[in-house]
């Protein structure tokens, strides 16, 4: 100001200055808030997008089509000899009695080839049904009764609209004989979508009408269950020992830059090691979720580590020194006041780790995971698939009721994701804490 | 001329203003460091930060039932030679402290003692009140409860309302004391920080610039309080206010560069004081 005045320039008020580049600072700054705002709309716009076309394509799964059919129980195919043995019931020829009523509904098919198409439209694990029935109640055995029976998944993806019958017979897959066949029954009302709890209730199967999550769910409870109780241990006790006691020396720095790295491995290369080192070395059982959950232990801690370490940065030091003041031993000082205030911190890293192993599919393929098994695990060690593991399966079968379970599952794996994330938020929010 | 020397030691650091005026005088310690009932004994300390030196070989002697002030200007190392009375100077990497410091005629830094109990005998309250974020009862009780001073409830109940009474926060808290103790305001947290020292009967309290963070009634309230802990313990404080020095304790300490320049009773430190840096620190030239 002082070089001005000497130098003859008019006096200009700084106010005046100011007031001249008012405008294009403002400017700049609506600029910058619409390329932000802008931003966030594309991205919403894509997720929406993503959202629109999972639904779109999956809804139709949470339904399946049930055909009703009059069912003979006849004593003469289920139990000749008279005896209601147990063994008897379990072996008893319960393909014959949908065949059966199938006759009655349809007299005029007698053709053999057409019979078996016929036949084909009900489930092949109608039968079963049936017999579980029997079992389940050995009086049905000489009565008449209708049962809704599973469709077969052809059938299920005409009636959902999914295969267009106005194409030419030879492109689709459905003929016009079982059209029309299936329009009859549609008129006879003996045609129902009903809420699909197979696809709830079930493991996976080669039939898609008879194929479910429920394998591969519990598969991901089993492998996230014990991934948690791995690496949020083992996690909070090394960043807890790495911050606040380790010395800071060229050791810990190494390892520092090591955890970092490793955060960016890629997550098959943990696979490969869990192949070598778990299955091939220790013997753990393969595509079990124990040997998964090992895997996704070692690649969730580096994100565990680091997120708990920024949590316990964020602790003042004057809480450490206050504690420290009354004479709380170091370890004292932690559990009973730093660790308490960083909990928030290190739970929302421990859940978004949690949600990166439940969406984990490479390194899951290397240890088996990707095998296919039918049964619903019932332990850590029981061979077991995974939720993401099951959409790529999925994904890969050519039956076109496929298309819209694997959708369906996406679904669910992405409410799950969603539910984790949300509780990771509401956490933060519960325990935040000013001091 | 003064002005260049308070800016030149400003910006220099290391070199003394003394030097840079061209006087070779005596960085020595003027006056008496002893007294004759010693509590703490400090003795040719030495504190180093990595290769830097923060305090160069302090001599200085804390009473028994006696408030010793520490002053001199930022960066002098009075806060660093508090610290050295509790060994908190041990949570810093680098920090090496040598000479003795004997807490009732014990090395506080021998082996084989324990950093822990010794901070429940030499308490500290630290310039900015840092109150757990706990309840009010918790913050006081916390020290007695991980030392196992009190038996049952009722004996801690006792004793918390003991303590908040002796920092006279007992008629202010009384009707909350489940509520956190960082929604008290600042003067209040911190006499709930004196509270919370004291409710471990330490046998000398640190205080690490008070009330630098407190309004001057606040002020006014935390140095009748140490006025009145005096009786029962022996004070050490730092403070940059040479009023709040003179008000509240006996004898004055003045540190200069890390060197302890003057010590002797706060009437004489303050009226007649006897090392030139000392003057001109407490007349306001410098610092």
Known sequence: MNNARAAGAPPQRTIDIVNASLKRRYAKERRFRLLGASAVVLGLLFVALLFADIVGKGYTAFQQTYIQMPITFDASVIDPEGTRSPETLQRANYAALIRQGQREIFPDVKDRRATRTLASMISVGSASHLRDMVIADPDLIGTTREVWLLADDDIDMLVKGHIDRSAPESDRRVKDQTVGWVERLESEGRIEKRFNTIFFTHGTSREPELAGIAGALMGSFYTLALTLLFSFPIGVGAALYLEEFAPKNRWTDLIEVNINNLAAVPSIVFGLLGLAVFIGIFGVPRSTPLVAALVLSLMTLPTIIIASRAALKSVPPSIREAALGVGASPLQTQLHHVLPLAMPGMLTGTIIGMAQALGETAPLLMIGMIAFIVDIPSGFTSPSTVLPVQIFLWADSPERAFVERTSAAIMVLLAFLILMNLTAVLLRRRFERRW | ?287
Request: proline share 5%; net charge negative; aromatic share 6%.
């Open chain 2, 1 to 287: 001329m003064s002005t260049t020397v308070d800016e030149m030691s400003r910006r220099t650091g290391a070199m003394s203003s003394a030097e840079l005026a061209g006087e070779r005088e005596s960085r020595a310690t003027v006056g008496d460091v002893t007294v004759a009932n010693p509590r703490m004994v400090c003795r040719g300390v030495d504190v180093w930060y990595g290769a830097k030196q923060a305090i160069k070989g302090v001599s200085l002697d804390i009473g028994k039932n006696e408030v010793v002030s520490m002053i001199g200007p930022s960066g002098c190392g009075k806060s660093t030679f508090l610290r050295c009375l509790n060994r908190m100077n041990d949570t810093i990497d680098g920090c090496r402290v040598t000479g003795s410091i004997q807490l009732d005629g014990r090395d506080i830094y021998d082996k084989g003692l324990d950093p822990v109990p010794l901070r429940a005998q030499v308490g500290m309250v630290f310039q900015k009140p840092n109150p757990f974020p706990k309840s009010i009862y918790e913050n006081v009780a916390y020290g007695p409860r991980i030392h196992g001073l009190t038996n049952n409830k009722a004996e801690l109940d006792e004793l918390v309302s003991a303590s908040l009474q002796k920092a006279g926060l007992w008629n202010e808290v009384k009707d909350r004391l489940d509520q956190p103790g960082t929604g008290l305001s600042g003067g209040q947290q911190q006499r709930l920080c004196i509270a919370r020292t004291i409710a471990v009967s330490p046998e000398v309290i640190l205080m690490d610039e008070p009330c630098s963070a407190l309004d001057p009634i606040a002020t006014a309230i935390i140095e009748e309080l140490i006025d009145e802990l005096r009786a029962n313990y022996s004070i050490a404080i730092v403070t940059h206010s040479m009023q709040q020095a003179a008000r509240v304790s006996q004898r004055t300490a003045y540190f200069h560069l890390g060197d302890l320049i003057e010590v002797g009773e706060t009437n004489q430190i303050f009226t007649n004081p006897k090392h030139r840096l000392t003057e001109d620190y407490i007349t306001g030239r410098f610092g």
